[in-house]
């Protein structure tokens, strides 16, 4: 492409979203000449993106929709855990085709303080990789190794604030107000006070308060998260077009997918819970434009761990879109609490309400994740049934750590507030379903149950529209990783109990189907190569709750395109029956046997998909 053409292409992508980004950028904060220096940074992006990735982007406006079929399906790892380095796993990448994987989430991999890193959430350099990664070119050669064979790249921004070893945070420290402006420094705590009067706390146990402080300056500092995570001031100008020039020069090394971290905690107003306000979705809209200005091959992702009536608005309008992506959170507690109570009406519920979204909001599905399972549930559901939060959310707690009469979940408690009677729980799912109790037992018969168990989660996964994400080591049932407990530095973070490193030998027994791991890999991988053939499964589809008049067992259905789909889950231990009465003819999509459904018996935690066609 000649320079003048590149030119054009620029002036076009522009002009397309100008005047929106530049009222709402006056809107919060009536300066020209920082809009201008934004418009001009835009610029110097889009001209240093290399060509393969220029070309990348055509192909991706040519199908912008490249994100949301039925074939997608994604994995979240960490580096160390899954491969050791960036170079080991573009080595692996064979694995991840054979998983089925066309998209890979990498975990935090930036400069971050050892020791005071959240787990690499606490950003210390947002254009240098962790030497114990690797190196930006080691990120870049990744990910064009990636795009060779058709899998798209994601990557955390952490955005609500920076490690307390930033440079801006430095030079904060030194004296230089200009970097000072761009944190929450007070000179005493009366205004935090102030602020902490409506701030709910995000670690109440582990870094209680949202305010620290700093001996170097003998100030107060905004922390939300912890203390050595200062909060970036995006009331400054400064701060918003140095840290949307960080996005997008990730970006430029063929990041594909950008997971907005805590962004609904990125604009502060005294007097607020400083969480979801209306500055927040015009920050991230005009993101949407940037990117779609210098990168539109790349998407947004948001990281929005709140209740339906608070994710949503995310997806920004069909007009004035926001994210691309969210996490459907809510969904995963529930089918957790589901596990647990083996009562799918609350499930039910929560389904019925995301099935009625309009279909272009492409959520991200997923049983487990590198974080703790918040139970965020709908309480005022639950109250109809006698069920009150806080006894609730200790049963929970307890069935699924296998502190419960008749539990063989092995979990541990995240963030233990005995004040509230409030905890969050960890573990993985292969755990959480009873499979790691069974082996220690050497218990055959639970053993089958906890792979069973295991199975059909993950069939109840890829049943829903929205792209399926596995959790590194899932796809062969990797146990808790007790280890952290010796680790000084991950002892006092459960979360650490799901984040073991990815057993390669166990990886290797996903070929013999007597195994654990043979077993789930071969079913898992069989699911997903059903659902990426039939269109049914596409974002497109309808969907809705089937009714089963049976409180064990969950049934879902879908249509598109003549084909039409039913799928009946049992959350029971014990066989049950699904009273459903389906007029057409089906067959089983695992047995391809021919099957009435009309009075659906299943096993204890077993499941069926079938399929009837009208074309």
Wanted: hydrophobic share 35%; proline share 3%; charged share 25%.
């Amino acid at each position: 492409m000649s320079e003048e053409r590149m030119d054009r292409v620029f002036t076009e992508r522009l002009n397309a979203h100008i005047e929106e980004m530049r009222w709402l950028y006056n809107e919060l904060y009536n300066d020209d000449n920082a809009f201008n220096y934004f418009c001009g940074m835009l610029y110097e992006y889009f001209s240093a993106r290399s060509r393969s990735l220029k070309d990348w982007d055509l192909s991706r406006i040519e199908d912008p929709e490249w994100y949301t079929g039925n074939e997608m399906l994604g994995m979240q790892m960490y580096v160390d855990c899954f491969a050791g380095d960036l170079k080991g796993v573009r080595s692996r990448l064979d694995y991840l085709e054979e998983c089925g994987v066309n998209y890979i989430h990498l975990m935090p991999l930036l400069t971050s303080p050892e020791g005071r890193s959240d787990g690499g959430y606490a950003v210390a350099d947002f254009r240098q990789v962790d030497p114990k990664f690797g190196t930006m070119e080691d990120l870049a050669g990744l990910s064009d190794a990636c795009h060779e064979r058709g899998l798209s790249v994601c990557l955390d921004f952490v955005m609500n604030h920076t490690s307390e070893e930033h440079e801006w945070a430095k030079r904060a420290k030194n004296g230089e107000k200009e970097y000072q402006d761009r944190y929450f420094f007070f000179d005493d705590w009366s205004i935090p006070q102030e602020f902490e009067k409506t701030m709910p706390e995000v670690f109440p146990t582990t870094a209680p308060g949202n305010f620290s402080w700093c001996p170097e300056l003998s100030k107060v500092v905004m922390t939300t998260f912890y203390p050595y995570q200062w909060d970036l001031n995006y009331r400054n100008p400064t701060v918003f077009n140095d840290m949307t020039a960080n996005m997008l020069y990730l970006c430029n090394q063929g990041v594909d997918i950008i997971r907005l971290d805590a962004v609904p905690y990125i604009w502060k107003t005294l007097g607020t819970d400083c969480r979801n306000l209306l500055q927040v979705h015009t920050l991230v809209r005009i993101m949407r434009m940037a990117a779609e200005v210098v990168c539109p091959g790349t998407v947004l992702l948001g990281e929005v761990v709140m209740e339906p009536s608070r994710v949503v608005p995310y997806f920004g309008t069909i007009d004035k879109p926001e994210c691309n992506m969210l996490y459907n959170v809510t969904t995963m507690a529930t089918t957790w609490h589901t596990v647990a109570t083996k009562d799918v009406r609350l499930l039910k519920d929560q389904l019925g309400k995301i099935f009625s979204l309009p279909k272009q909001y492409i959520f991200l599905n997923y049983l487990r994740c590198h974080d703790d399972i918040g139970w965020g549930l709908d309480y005022d559901y639950l109250k109809q049934f006698g069920i009150e939060e806080v006894a609730h959310k200790r049963f929970l707690n307890d069935y699924l750590r296998g502190a419960y009469p008749g539990s063989d979940c092995r979990g541990e408690l995240y963030n233990d507030d005995i004040r509230l009677g409030d905890a969050r729980l960890c573990g993985t799912t292969a755990s959480l379903c009873g499979i790691e109790a069974a082996e220690y037992e050497k218990n055959k018969e639970k053993l089958e149950m906890g792979i069973r168990l295991d199975i059909m989660l993950h069939a109840f996964l890829f049943a829903m529209s929205g792209i399926p994400v596995l959790y590194s080591g899932d796809e062969i049932g990797q146990l808790n990783d007790y280890g952290y407990h010796e680790d000084p530095l991950k002892a006092e973070d459960s979360r650490y109990l799901h984040r073991g490193k990815l057993d390669w030998n166990s990886v290797r027994r996903r070929s013999n189907r007597r195994t654990r791991e043979g077993k789930l890999f071969n079913a898992i991988t069989e699911l997903f190569d059903i659902r990426s053939k039939y269109v049914v499964f596409e974002n497109a589809a309808d969907e809705w709750v089937v009714e089963t008049y049976n409180d064990h067992v969950l049934g879902i259905g879908r249509y598109y395109r003549g084909e039409k789909f039913i799928a009946l889950y049992n959350f029971s231990p014990d066989d049950q029956t699904a009273w459903v009465n389906e007029v057409e003819d089906y067959r089983d999509m695992l047995t391809e046997k021919k099957l009435k459904a009309r009075g659906v018996v299943l096993e204890g935690y077993g499941f069926k998909w079938l399929m009837t066609s009208f074309k």
